[in-house]
């Protein structure tokens, strides 16, 4: 489908894209798009679809769409299979395609030089087991129930950083005072960029316990855990750098480039990430804000699809308009607060994320259940479903 997308809007249509959908199949808020094209409603989502991405390092991703969600046209790298709900409770299905056993079947059924070859066959042949109805609908209740929560944080979070963005612009963008000093950022703070342990070295990697943080990672505000881990060995042997808990953090180039973070952990970095360390803590919530509303100045001053001109140099280079010490401290009184709401919020998602991650196979196996005996159906997906295609094809199968 050809598509063109623009700034995201409430309407016509939200546009999904793979880089909307985070690796455990939930929609990312981040960088929406909207879609303004006369026949994109042929692929707006609806009730119990789902759709899997068939191309590239993203392969095998999947998305559960629910109404809630407003509305969604589809990307034409994902394939959509409409579930029937007679047969398999749709949401099942969903937490199958975030288990483990589902990414493993992707990894072994893909290599190197077939990576981008999974298409609409492939997938609807994949087998999963499949326990029955009430086992499928209580595992459904205790996992959406989790998700219900971690969404309900979301909310929250969402509302308090509005709120502080407001109060950051109502204080420090239009009632800016001309007084207010003009500093350059490196005559307030100390900046540093990270590196990479050598990748083919696994004593640099295997049961590491240092964060290190990639800059495609750069997508949320506040950063409290990471994905990969770095060893001592590989931290004193490479250009990584341990930076300190409220350090900001600026993507350099790559899909992030210009986002800004702040770590609530000590954590390395990747060589695409410039790291600020203020020489008072007074002034890091108010750079945060500062630099992440210098957002868009980021994108416009870097050249190409590598956005490679931003560099730690330039934003050493900032000029940055510095309050007085005691308008500071009581943005600081009022902020921190909320901060404070919007960190122990992402941590306590990450435990109720650890918690359903350890409840799913579990669930998935019979092994918490509502009967004595859990008998399995072992069903390919497209008894499961209708397979539709970017652009429609032919209906695979369905009950």
């Known amino acids: 489908m050809v598509t063109k997308n623009i700034e995201f809007l409430e309407v016509p249509y939200r546009y999904l894209r793979i880089t909307d959908i985070s690796d455990d199949g939930y929609l990312l808020e981040n960088d929406k798009k909207s879609l303004n094209e006369k026949d994109a409603k042929k692929y707006l989502l609806s009730k119990n679809d789902i759709v899997f991405a068939r191309t590239g390092a993203s392969t095998g991703k999947s998305f559960f769409y629910e109404e809630k ?89 969402k509302e308090l950083e509005n709120l502080a963005k407001t109060i950051y612009e109502y204080w420090f963008v239009q009632n800016a005072e001309e007084k207010w000093e003009k500093r350059k950022l490196s005559e307030i703070a100390e900046t540093g960029s990270g590196g990479t342990p050598l990748s083919s070295n696994k004593e640099y990697y295997e049961n590491g316990n240092i964060a290190w943080i990639n800059s495609s990672e750069l997508n949320l505000d506040y950063i409290i855990d990471t994905k990969n881990f770095i ?80 560099s730690q140099e330039l934003i050493r280079n900032l000029n940055i308009i510095l309050p007085p010490k005691n308008v500071l ?3 600081n009184n009022i902020i921190e607060p ?27 196996n019979g092994e918490v259940n509502v009967d004595i005996k859990c008998n399995f159906a072992k069903l390919p997906i497209y008894e499961q479903a209708t397979i539709i295609t970017t652009p429609p094809r032919h209906r695979m199968g369905q009950f």
């Open 69 to 157: 969600f407003g509305k969604l046209v589809y990307a034409g790298f994902l394939i959509k299979f409409k579930l029937d709900e007679d047969l398999v409770n749709p949401k099942f299905v969903k937490y199958y395609t975030i288990s483990q056993k589902y990414k493993k079947w992707i990894e072994n059924y893909q290599d190197g030089s077939t990576r981008e070859n999974m298409n609409a066959n492939t997938f609807a042949n994949m087998e999963l087991e499949l326990p029955n109805r009430k086992q499928q609908n209580l595992a459904v209740s205790i996992l959406s129930s989790l998700d219900d929560k971690i969404e309900l944080n979301n909310k929250i979070n």
């Open 231 to 310: 060893t001592e060995k590989g931290l004193n042997r490479s250009s990584a750098k341990l930076f300190p808990v409220n350090s900001i953090l600026i993507a350099l180039y790559g899909a992030t480039a210009g986002k800004v973070s702040l770590l609530t952990i000590p954590a390395t970095t990747n060589q695409a990430i410039c790291a600020i360390m203020p020489f008072s803590q007074i002034h890091t919530l108010y750079l945060k804000f500062y630099l992440s509303d210098l957002y868009k100045y980021f994108v416009n001053v870097s050249s190409g699809s590598a956005r490679d001109n931003l």
């Open 329 to 331: 401290e009581k943005f």
């Open 338 to 364: 909320f901060i404070h709401e919007i960190i122990t919020n992402r941590q306590e998602n990450a435990n109720l994320a650890h918690l359903r991650d350890f409840l799913l196979p579990l669930l998935m």
